[in-house]
């Protein structure tokens, strides 16, 4: 079993009501965007927007 530490998600996201809440977790840069985090917020907000829910 490989001993990895879980580290927590950048960007939280959660739907409630058909409204989608994104949390941008990064506290330590007081949240600044990257090339990583600007990728994944481009992927969720596009699965987000393909989601009738």
Known sequence: MP???AQPAVI???VSDGIATLLLN???V???IDD???ADL???LDRIARDDA
Do not use: D, G
């Open 3 to 5: 001993n990895e530490t």
């Open 12 to 14: 939280e996201c959660q």
């Open 26 to 28: 990064r506290p330590k």
């Open 30 to 32: 007081r949240n600044a």
């Open 36 to 38: 990583a985090m600007r």
């Open 42 to 44: 481009v992927a969720l």
